[in-house]
């Protein structure tokens, strides 16, 4: 039978990789903890600047007073003065502009934020007055001034006054959209009409600071926005994927179109005016500015890969226990593997100063150098612990690979366990098992 000291060796060394288990959720703990403390830096940034920006409209807002016949308490009536309004979308909509992006640092935390320059124009095909209310008597209505609003999420971010170009005409835009369904914004007055039916366009450009995302609600009967940033990495959000985009080192480009056919927002918009305005807020298009490389994220996923980390440096070891006739201590095994956890340490602090990629080329040789030297007086032979050296070098940079190719990490991974197993198995493939019994370590000079 295989060596009983073989046996309680394998023992030891399963449950030594199972007791690194706890160093590395602690190590994971405090990655959630930092993280939670950059997003509550972020928090802390939003609360001084704009968040998140999402322009809803422009709409047309019609406001008038209706004379009518109501009830009182006494079971009489009387006519009463009521004020009512009617919303005219726009029947084309198109929203062009750029996106240039600027960090604010909160201590050792950089938060992106950027800034918008976008123009709006469109068309919107004004009714006659008398088919918007029907069945009222001209003396029982008076229509009052008409304004033009347009919805932004945090006011906080307009940097300039905008200025209204509607038809011929221009008027200043002032704080409030006046308009519940719109929340906050911004709207201008426009100029009386006759009451008689007409086509107006309209122009106007805002100067938005904002956070991580900007979107847009497809208001117009055709909705177009376009879109273009240095920023390399864009990430697509909303109910509606650009049809045309272009991604490069340099920036992006995309383009959106859309109609009330696909967005159904005529009757979403309707639904928000009767006070249920879920549906038609959560109609949205735009893009959200990511950062690929999140150290945290990073740093997370590859503590997630720290077990398996510790299991094939073990099975190193242990390969060369069996095939050169060494014998390591399992406490030697325990340090290896505990200087395999604070990698991940050592990782995430130096990604908060250094990015990502750096921190991590410096954490890896730093480990790799400190095993190496260990594993030269562990194994009795410099060639071993280079070779030691060498074998973790390649397991931190399939490590880094993992980490890089999110969408192929399964694929990596799989293929790695693979090769693993067929090099272990092809190196014992002539060891007789039930013969085996390590030997002492014997120093070579």
């Not at 426009?190 to 366009?201: E, F, H, K, R, Y």
């Amino acid at each position: 039978m295989m060596g009983k000291s073989v046996i309680w060796k394998l023992v030891a060394v399963g449950v030594l990789a199972l007791l690194l288990l706890i160093p590395l959720a602690m190590v994971g703990g405090v990655v959630d903890q930092r993280g939670m403390q950059r997003e509550q830096a972020v928090r802390n940034v939003a609360e001084g600047a704009a968040g998140e920006q999402v322009l809803a409209g422009p709409v047309l807002v019609l406001p008038y007073r209706q004379l009518e016949t109501v009830k009182d308490r006494e079971g009489g009536v009387r006519e009463e003065w009521r004020r009512r309004h009617t919303a005219i979308l726009p029947s084309k909509l198109a929203a062009g502009g750029t996106l240039s992006t600027f960090t604010r640092q909160l201590g050792i935390y950089p938060v992106r934020l950027y800034g918008a320059e976008v123009k709006l124009t469109g068309l919107f095909e004004i009714p006659s007055r008398d088919s918007l209310v029907q069945g009222v008597q001209s003396g029982q209505i008076e229509w009052g001034q008409p304004y033009l609003a347009i919805g932004i999420r945090d006011v906080r971010g307009i940097k300039t006054s905008p200025v209204l170009q509607w038809g011929s005409a221009t008027s200043p835009f002032m704080p409030g959209t006046n308009f519940k369904p719109l929340g906050g914004g911004i709207r201008a007055m426009l100029p009386q009409s006759d009451g008689a039916a007409q086509t107006v366009p309209f122009s106007f450009r805002l100067s938005l600071d904002g956070m991580e995302s900007f979107k847009l609600l497809p208001v117009g009967r055709d909705t177009e926005m376009s879109l273009n940033s240095p920023w390399p990495h864009p990430n697509f959000i909303g109910g509606f994927l650009p049809e045309e985009r272009r991604m490069s080192d340099a920036g992006f480009s995309a383009r959106w179109r859309t109609s009330w056919f696909a967005s159904n927002m005529r009757e979403r918009f309707d639904q928000c005016l009767a006070g249920e305005c879920n549906e038609f807020n959560a109609t949205q298009l735009g893009v959200k500015l990511i950062d690929p490389i999140d150290a945290y994220a990073q740093t997370d996923r590859a503590v997630k890969y720290g077990f398996l980390f510790v299991f094939l440096t073990f099975c190193t070891f242990f390969l060369t226990e069996v095939l050169k006739r060494v014998a390591i201590h399992p406490v030697q095994y325990g340090l290896v593997g505990l200087s395999l956890a604070l990698f991940f340490l050592l990782l995430l602090s130096l990604s908060e100063h250094f990015p990502f990629v750096y921190a991590y080329l410096v954490a890896a040789a730093a480990c790799v150098l400190q095993n190496g030297i260990y594993a030269r007086y562990a194994l009795g032979s410099l060639m071993r612990g280079l070779a030691f050296a060498g074998q973790l070098a390649v397991l931190y940079g399939l490590l880094f690979a993992l980490l890089c190719s999110e969408d192929h990490a399964l694929l990596l991974g799989s293929l790695l366990l693979f090769g693993v197993l067929t090099a272990v198995m092809m190196l014992t493939r002539k060891l007789d098992w039930y013969r085996l019994e390590p030997a002492k370590v014997q120093e070579e000079h």
